[in-house]
DNA sequence: CCGATTTGACCCTC
DNA sequence: GAGGGTCAAATCGG
């Protein structure tokens, strides 16, 4: 697998450490308590910081060769510059394609999450993850009461971008939406703008809840298969999400959320303002004591495509910092001083 | 007009 | 062969 650029990687690990000390700052704030004002500017400077690493990631993602993410993009029916291949050219070309879908099936990695929708609020529910998503398709399943909806990223065609979801209602409690996430956001989207401004709405938000906005079960726990993935190097779905977990009734790995108990200063801090914003911090801290937890016990030896996995799954409910994330065969050229000293602090 | 949704048909997996 | 997932033409809506 192609490495890192010298260049980049310079700036990603300056990136990433700029965050690093971003962080510390905003903890020596969050222990005498100090004025929400200083917290909201460091924390928009840490998920800034962030966000370029996680950039210049992804633009390296997607111009690599071999990185899952870009292999993903190369695999895909489409081209890079978002053409869809010619089926009038290649008489194989649709029957291939429809044969890559179903290859694709089964590597990508899925995870399903439970949403509550209270109340008729005309939100779009489940639907309105942060995401873009279009509905392709729409079913009766045997057994169930409610039809399963399917939906694809908008940005397949343009950018290739192979995620996908299926949302049906709970039997058991129609209020409650039960999504399957399929394949992880390979796409650029508005989001993260979208994110920051969803973030200070939040933030008003969370003075003032309405029970009727769209409620994610706060349950431990959600379910995260990746069918073709040893076990023991699937992904933690801590990582990608700290939402609900479903029961999984199938052989593929359940994992269950615990408590983040090892992030102290998240567990013990909750004010008006990180309340809203928990969500993705807790994920976020979480995903980098996981993602230590994670090298250690496996010695850093996981094939680089499960660790990408585990990486980049993105949760549609949070803007994982992680989603574009790829890494070279060696996870030490990113410098793993980073991730383990990071998670000291959460 | 263009993008999103609907829906019947097709294909794959089990 | 049944059931689930996707395709693509038709339709809808802004």
Redesign the pocket.
Request: glycine share 6%.
């Given at each position: 697998m192609e490495k890192i650029g010298t260049l980049e990687c310079k700036s990603v690990i300056s990136e990433l450490t700029q965050g690093r000390e971003l962080a510390n700052q905003l903890k020596n704030q969050l222990h005498p308590a100090k004025s929400h004002e200083t917290c909201a500017i460091l924390v928009e400077n840490i998920l800034s910081s962030y966000e370029n690493a996680i950039s210049l990631l992804n633009c390296r993602a997607m111009f690599g060769e071999t990185s899952p993410v870009s292999a993903a993009i190369l695999e895909s029916?489409y081209s890079l510059a978002g053409t869809p291949t010619s089926?009038g050219s290649n008489p194989f070309s649709?029957?291939q394609?429809?044969?890559d879908?179903?290859?694709?099936?089964?590597i990508l990695p899925k995870w399903s999450e439970e949403v509550r929708v209270c109340s008729g609020t005309g939100l779009e529910g489940p639907?309105d993850d942060g995401y873009?998503?279009?509905?392709?398709?729409?079913?009766?399943?045997?057994?169930?009461n409610f039809p399963?909806?399917?939906?694809?990223c908008?940005h397949?065609h343009t950018q290739g971008c192979l995620a996908?979801k299926?949302v049906q209602k709970s039997d058991e409690d129609p209020s409650i939406f039960e999504v399957?996430y399929?394949g992880r956001h390979t796409c650029i989207q508005e989001r993260l703008k979208l994110n920051k401004e969803d973030y200070n709405v939040k933030e008003e938000d969370s003075n003032n809840r309405h029970a009727e906005e769209m409620v994610i079960s706060n349950e431990p726990g959600i379910k995260l298969e990746t069918p073709d993935l040893n076990p023991k190097e699937e992904m933690d779905p801590s990582f990608s999400f700290p939402l609900t977990p479903i029961v999984s009734d199938d052989v593929e790995t359940e994992f269950l959320l615990e408590p983040a108990k090892d992030c102290n200063f998240m567990e013990s801090y909750t004010s008006p303002f990180i309340s809203p914003a928990t969500s993705e911090c807790n994920y976020f801290s979480k995903s980098l004591c996981q993602m230590n937890d994670f090298w250690v016990d496996h010695n850093l030896q996981s094939s680089e495509s499960d660790f990408a996995d585990i990486i980049s799954t993105p949760t549609s409910v949070t803007n994982s910092p992680f989603s574009y994330w790829d890494f070279t065969a060696d996870p030490l050229e990113l410098d793993l001083n980073f991730l383990l000293d990071t998670s000291k602090y959460f």
């Open positions: 029916p089926e649709k029957d394609n429809q044969r879908v179903f290859k694709k099936r089964k639907l873009n998503w279009r509905k392709y398709g729409q079913k009766d399943i045997l057994g169930a399963r909806a399917y939906y694809r908008t397949r996908t299926q399957n399929r």
